[in-house]
Every structure is written in structure tokens, then in C-alpha cells.
């Protein structure tokens, strides 16, 4: 377990945004219990609250929450994606390369991870953060 506090974006329903309509990928949180990833890439959190309110910022469109979070056994940081995600993938490229304001969007376009992530095999919500 980390002294770190750390943060985790999911959707208003508590489930993990980036496959939540991924059947295989799509992780389902509970406030208070420690949820294990399905794959080796792990769960993805953020270190700071600064950094995970950006990344809510950048997908403003989406209704999004940040909980602090309780994390176990880090693992290495992977980007995973399938062929319909890689194909919004490239659609969001070619749009956010025509906003004027576009180095606020560069994580989604020169990175695969957003700043500030971190992965752990084991992800325990513990408040909302307001």
C-alpha cells in the first residue's frame, strides 16, 4: 500500500471511463473495496488531484468524478487499446490538431498516458472529491 494519495477518474456510474463500453475491459468501482485490474497493464490513477482534475477537464463532454483513492502492488504503466479505440483515437488527433489551444490537449496527442499517471494492481475508492 502507498502513503501517496492518489486519484481516480470513473464515470457517474463508477466505472472505469476509458472502456467503460468495452465488455471484456470495463472495470465496475465500489466505494471501499479494493477492485483488481483484468489485465496486466493494471488500473490507472493519477498522483495528483491537480493532475487528474486536468485530464477531467480535457473530456468535459463526459459527466466525470474523481474519488481519492487507496492503491496496492504498482505495475508498469501500458497503454491499452483496441481497433474502436484506436480508431476515436485518431479521430480525436485530427481534431484536437485544429484547436488553436491544442498544447493543453498534447498529452492526447503526443503520449499515450496522461501526466501524473500511475498503475496498481489494486484500486480501493475511498471519497468523492468535490
Given at each position: ?7 481516480k477518474?470513473?464515470d ?8 467503460e ?6 472495470i465496475?468501482y ?8 483484468k489485465l ?8 495528483s488531484?491537480?493532475n ?7 473530456l468535459?463532454y463526459w459527466?466525470l468524478?474523481?474519488y481519492?483513492?487507496?492503491?496496492k502492488?504498482?505495475?508498469?504503466p ?5 481497433g474502436f ?8 488527433i ?9 498544447k493543453r ?14 498503475c496498481?494492481?489494486q ?5 468523492r472529491?468535490k
Open positions: 500500500m502507498s502513503n501517496q494519495k492518489h486519484y477518474v470513473v457517474k456510474k463508477l466505472k472505469s471511463m476509458n472502456v463500453h468495452h465488455p471484456i475491459l470495463s465496475q465500489k466505494v471501499g473495496e479494493f477492485i483488481r485490474g496486466e497493464s493494471g488500473l490507472f490513477v493519477f498522483d488531484l491537480e487528474a482534475r486536468h485530464f477531467v477537464r480535457t468535459s459527466p468524478q474523481i481519492e483513492a487507496e492503491v502492488q504498482s505495475v508498469r501500458i497503454f491499452v487499446g483496441d479505440q484506436t480508431n476515436i483515437y485518431k479521430g480525436l485530427t481534431i484536437l490538431k485544429r484547436k488553436k489551444n491544442k490537449y498534447l498529452h492526447l496527442i503526443d503520449k499515450d498516458m496522461p501526466e501524473g499517471t500511475k496498481f494492481k484500486v480501493k475508492l475511498i471519497k472529491v
